[in-house]
């Protein structure tokens, strides 16, 4: 994120009962990612804010530790990205990261009691040029399959989308209905013990496609004719990605 993002110094009426914020979403979270970048504490990111506009000569105002504090908890990210020439391809996929958990040395020292608490995030990236389109973070009970309408819901309503790869646990018909209805090709492999779905809907129609073709290629051969396998290259960053942030 640039600087520019936060040439609004004050943000926009936002039409809802009380007092507007004094600063836009881009200066909280422009706050929040050099906190990130350079892996410091709130406080120190907050006082290398204020050095860097000095040193760009930039007389803006910066947010205090508890506006951000606050800001944060209901903040709406915003991904800058490259689009595409051709039309998206989807690659969906959801990982863990340690949040919260008992020390290593407590557990060497006390024995087996240890709990551990999860954050998962739900991402989804273009193929052709690896950038994040949507992302979502939950708690660790909820799975995979719900969080798929609100991904989509992240790209915009007028970008064709050509289609959308997952692992076997999108394969409800809550997740192929909506990304039927982006008119986009589900290429999700179906469940082992997977029988073509007798009730009609918007996306039953290529999940039967999908069931029958199955049973009579195989599982494998019907993978490399989607192209399936380019989503394991995501999962492997991913799961790289994950073991970074967590270590």
Not at 93 to 121: M, N, P, Q
Not at 215 to 243: D, E, F, I, P
């Amino acid at each position: 994120m640039s600087l520019s993002l936060s040439t609004q110094i004050t943000a926009p009426v936002s039409g809802k009962r009380g007092r507007s914020p004094k600063f836009p979403d881009a200066a909280i979270q422009f706050c929040l990612s050099i906190k990130c970048l350079f892996g410091q504490p709130l406080r120190q990111a907050l006082v290398m804010v204020h050095r860097l506009l000095s040193l760009a000569k930039l007389d803006w105002p910066v947010p205090n530790f508890s506006t951000v504090c606050r800001r944060q908890k209901s903040l709406q990210v915003e991904l800058s990205y490259q689009p595409s020439k051709s039309p998206l391809q989807l690659l969906v996929d959801s990982t863990g990261i340690k949040f919260l958990g008992e020390g290593e040395c407590k557990r060497k020292k006390h024995g087996a009691e240890y709990r551990r608490e999860w954050r998962k995030v739900h991402l989804g990236i273009d193929a052709q040029t690896l950038e994040i389109r949507a992302i979502e973070v939950t708690s660790n009970a909820i799975g995979d399959a719900p969080m798929r309408s609100q991904l989509l819901a992240q790209i915009p309503a007028d970008e064709p989308i050509e289609s959308v790869c997952a692992d076997g646990a999108y394969d409800t018909r809550e997740c192929l209905d909506a990304i039927a209805q982006r008119q986009a090709m589900a290429v999700i492999p179906p469940r082992k013990n997977a029988s073509p779905w007798n009730k009609p809907s918007a996306g039953s129609a290529q999940r039967n496609e999908a069931v029958r073709a199955c049973k009579r290629l195989g599982r494998s051969l019907w993978k490399k004719w989607r192209g399936y396998h380019g989503a394991a290259l995501w999962r492997r960053r991913c799961t790289a990605s994950s073991a970074w942030a967590s270590g």
